[in-house]
């Protein structure tokens, strides 16, 4: 079963990086896509980045993050990492990672993560 537990969040400040970590315990997760998603303070869970599953690796991003994060995988090690740079205040938020099919919205993903906290001050 997959078991997903996030890391590396922090308070930072602005343009500073953060790097987070997300490990599957389970060691099942690899043929999953994996994504990250966030909830702003006040606001609905939104899409950060995702990566396919298996050996393709493939990445997409939201628009506002593209430039600045990266997200990447090494199923050897049944870890996904979201590397963030030039963070900005309005990058505050509980960031998940996920495990599913590949995908911007949070009802394809099967596994989810408790969430970690990312403050960024201006």
């Known amino acids: 079963q997959v078991q997903l537990v996030e890391s590396g969040g922090g308070l930072v400040q602005a343009g500073a990086s953060l790097r987070l970590s997300c490990a599957d315990s389970g060691r099942t997760a690899s043929t999953y896509s994996m994504g990250w998603f966030r909830r702003p303070p006040g606001k609905e869970r939104e899409f950060v980045a995702a990566?396919?599953?298996?050996?393709?690796?493939?990445?997409y991003y939201a628009d506002f993050v593209k430039g600045r994060f990266t997200i990447s995988r090494v199923n050897a090690k049944n870890t996904v990492w979201l590397q963030m740079n030039d963070l900005k205040p309005d990058d505050k938020a509980v960031y998940y990672c996920?495990?599913?099919?590949?995908?911007?919205?949070?009802?394809?993903?099967?596994?989810w993560g408790q969430g970690t906290q990312v403050t960024v001050s201006s």
């Open positions: 990566i396919s599953g298996g050996s393709g690796g493939m990445s």
């Open positions: 996920a495990a599913g099919s590949v995908s911007t919205r949070t009802t394809d993903y099967y596994y």
